[in-house]
Each structure stands twice: as C-alpha cells, then as structure tokens.
C-alpha cells in the first residue's frame, strides 16, 4: 500500500473571490492557503508599503510598484508579491522562510 502525501498548495487572490468561495478552499483542505494580493494592491494604493530604504507605491509610473504598462509589477513589485507568498507559507505551515528586500531590485522611475 503506497501512502499519499497531500502536495501544499497556494491560492493566490490577483481578483475579487467572493469570501464564501475562498473560506470553502481553505476550509475543504488545511494544505491550501490564500495569498490576499488584493489587500497587498489596495495598501500601496493608501499608504503605500515601506521597506528598507523606501516606500513602494502602486501609483502609474511614480510608484515603482508597476510596470509602464500599468498591470504587471516591477521587479520591487515582484518582490512585494514574494513576501506576501512567504508571509502565509510562514504564517500557514508554521515555517521561517526569510523575505527579501525589495529595494534590492529595479524599479521604474518617471518625473
């Protein structure tokens, strides 16, 4: 008889899902977790997210969270994504995983 390990996985929230959607994924199985990208949007939207050296805004081509197309993240925005991912992996499965600096990585600037 061969035991099956159940893969972890990870729900990332790039659109609106409805709560009740979301709770029944994370409810069915202990090994999904959802990654809020929305909330993570909607605070560079506010205030922004500071990190070591900076803060990273999702305003059009000031902000350096986005790319000149206006949708997909700069290389700091990436790296914004990463921790949030890193954050619930940590937070979910109780792990350590170290996030990153986003300031270590490009941006676009325009003035």
Same mark, same amino acid.
């Given at each position: ?5 159940? *893969? ?34 909607? *605070? ?14 999702? $305003? ?13 993240? $700069? ?37």
């Amino acid at each position: 008889m061969k035991m099956q390990i159940e *893969t972890p996985r990870l729900l990332l929230r790039p659109f609106q899902l409805s709560d009740a959607a979301a709770n029944f994924k994370m409810d069915s199985n202990p090994n999904v977790l959802m990654v809020d990208i929305i909330s993570m949007v909607e *605070t560079m939207n506010t205030t922004g997210i500071s990190h070591n050296g900076g803060t990273i805004y999702a $305003t059009y081509a000031t902000g350096g969270g986005f790319s000149l197309d206006g949708i997909h993240p $700069t290389a700091q925005g990436y790296a914004l994504v990463a921790n949030e991912i890193i954050k619930t992996i940590n937070n979910g499965f109780n792990a350590n995983i170290p996030t990153v600096n986003p300031g270590a990585y490009t941006t676009i600037f325009f003035e």
